[in-house]
């Protein structure tokens, strides 16, 4: 069975750093696209970040230049390095792999993870 489990959240002040995990297991190829999405309480599960097997990142307006998705193959992990942390990027971030090509939309995604809450304070 497939899965991802994020890893990596917990509660820091503005202006501060994270570093968010992903690792996927029982899959005997990778994922071709790895992206991390996030949500908050009566809010839409939002884009954050989206990285292909190959070729560039693409970020969300809100977090680029703060926010950097990378991989590592070897380990079958996916990171979200968050810096200069903001209030509102508080939520729940999530995983999530496709074996397509990049996509921004969550309902190209396959197989999610439970999530990681982020809390931002002043």
């Known amino acids: 069975q497939v899965q991802l489990v994020e890893s990596g959240g917990g509660l820091v002040q503005a202006g501060d750093s994270l570093r968010l995990s992903c690792v996927y297991s029982?899959?005997?190829?990778?994922?071709?696209?790895m992206a991390w999405f996030r949500q908050g309480p009566g809010k839409e599960r939002e884009f954050v970040a989206v990285?292909?097997?190959?070729?560039?990142?693409t970020y969300a307006p809100s977090v680029k230049g703060r926010f950097i998705i990378s991989r590592d193959f070897a380990e079958n992990t996916v990171y979200l390095q968050m810096n200069s942390l903001k209030i509102q990027d508080t939520d729940v971030y999530y995983c999530?792999?496709?074996?397509?090509?990049?996509?921004?939309?969550?309902?190209?995604?396959?197989?999610w993870g439970r999530g990681t809450q982020v809390t931002v304070s002043s």
């Open positions: 999530a792999a496709r074996n397509g090509r990049l996509a921004l939309t969550q309902d190209l995604y396959e197989v």
């Open positions: 029982g899959r005997e190829f990778r994922f071709r696209t």
């Open positions: 990285l292909p097997e190959s070729g560039a990142a």
